[in-house]
Nanobody
Framework: QLQLVESGGGLVQSGGSLRLSCAAD????????VGWFRRAPGKEREGVSC????????HYVDSVKGRFTISRDSAKNTVYLQMNSLKPEDTAVYYC??????????????????WGQGTHVTVSS
């Protein structure tokens, strides 16, 4: 059964760090572009970062550039989002998703794509 499971969210003070994990079961993440999205309270979902199938290219929305890093661990079939220098405006539910390709920092999640259930990140000021 195909499943994406995010973990690593939590409550952190402004300036702190968290590392989100997106672990896959039933698919090989290396076969897909993988991205992170977030939905802040009262706002629409937005793309945050995307990593290409071969892992050589990474993309970020301007608001997280220099603070967030997306990476792959093929042996663990997991994609990570390292989040440093967190700000209160980073508070959101974070989702990972598989897609066909990165359209900049947004992952194109077509019919064959999958979504995780989300993990909550709260940054206090």
């Amino acid at each position: 059964q195909l499943q994406l499971v995010e973990s690593g969210g939590g409550l952190v003070q402004s300036g702190g760090s968290l590392r989100l994990s997106c672990a896959a079961d039933g698919i090989i993440l290396d076969d897909y572009a993988v991205g992170w999205f977030r939905r802040a309270p009262g706002k629409e979902r937005e793309g945050v970062s995307c990593i290409t199938k071969n892992g050589t290219d990474t993309h970020y929305v301007d608001s997280v550039k220099g603070r967030f890093t997306i990476s792959r661990d093929s042996a663990k079939n997991t994609v990570y989002l390292q989040m440093n220098s967190l700000k209160p405006e980073d508070t959101a539910v974070y989702y990972c998703a598989t897609g066909d390709f990165c359209s900049g920092y947004v992952t194109y999640v077509g019919r064959g794509g999958s979504w995780g259930q989300g993990t909550h990140v709260t940054v206090s000021s």
